[in-house]
């Protein structure tokens, strides 16, 4: 990302309890039967550094390599690398627009809910197969906002999942990012032939992970970067967020409760 870029969601702690959720299996499971060990891998946008750590027990004794642009939630990353005991790992800052790395330096190149957050996917797609090897897949995934859908019917969601796109289009990112992955990808200039577009979804419908995703979400209404971004911008105030935030926790509550996210996903041969 670069300097004119926002990040909508930031990384408040609420934030990260969404993102330490996230492992390999639930949210790269498009991506999993094509590695296998000794391959060099690259996790853009690493955050936390989860679904990193189980990408680089599946390519072992192959290197792995985190980057976020946050110095901060690097160090989150190599924290929580060191307490699982990988070590053929490491994270470093970087730019997605601007790889550290030579040409055809990873076999398998991976972003996780990133594109979303540019305003240049297309950009940021070419120079992640500059540095993948020839005959090497990049692996990119993104929600697609407008397609995520609950019940029972909420005014509240109703009215955030409004905000949320305004705010995301007044950052110059796409909140549905998903549908249009494998279009940013053709643009970018990969073979259509060597192209696999698919879908996956996560869905919240227990008691627990209702109140688990609902809170997530009522905490970061009111006190993420995304409620920042929204007062920065005029798109709402702190009495709205807060309404959000209540219209959350009642959903959160609500026995027949059920919340899906879909993503899109591409697998790109290079």
């Not at 300097?3 to 969601?9: F, K, R, S």
């Not at 197969?129 to 697609?144: K, S």
């Not at 409620?227 to 920065?232: G, L, N, R």
Request: glycine share 10%.
């Amino acid at each position: 990302m670069t300097d004119t870029d926002q990040y909508t969601h930031g990384h408040q702690e609420s934030v990260l309890r969404s993102h330490r959720w996230r492992t390999a299996e639930n949210s790269a499971g498009y991506l999993l039967p094509a590695l296998y060990p000794g391959q060099r891998l690259l996790d853009v946008g690493c955050g936390p550094g989860t679904i990193t750590i189980d990408l680089a027990t599946r390519v072992a004794p192959g290197e792995v390599i985190g980057l976020d642009k946050s110095e901060r939630i690097v160090e989150v990353a190599r924290v929580a690398a060191g307490a699982a005991g990988v070590t053929n790992l490491a994270f470093q800052v970087g730019d997605v627009y601007a790889l550290p790395f030579e040409d055809g330096s990873f076999d398998v190149v991976h972003a996780h809910q990133v594109l979303q957050h540019l305003t240049d996917p297309v950009a940021a797609l070419r120079e992640l197969r500059r540095v993948t090897r020839p005959g090497g897949l990049v692996a990119v995934r993104d929600a697609d906002y407008a397609a995520m859908t609950w019940y029972p019917p909420s005014a509240g969601l109703d009215e955030w999942s409004e905000l949320y796109h305004e705010v995301t289009q007044a950052n110059g990112a796409e909140a549905d990012a998903g549908r249009r992955l494998l279009s940013w990808v053709r643009a970018a200039g990969f073979d259509p032939a060597g192209l696999a577009a698919s879908a996956g979804t996560w869905c919240y419908a227990t008691p627990e992970d209702r109140e688990w995703w609902a809170e997530l979400w009522a905490e970061r209404s009111t006190s993420s970067d995304f409620a920042k971004q929204a007062v920065a911008h005029g798109l709402a105030d702190d009495v709205g967020l807060e309404h959000l935030a209540a219209g959350w926790r009642a959903w959160g509550r609500h026995e027949d409760g059920w919340f899906a996210v879909l993503h899109g996903e591409v697998l790109a041969r290079v």
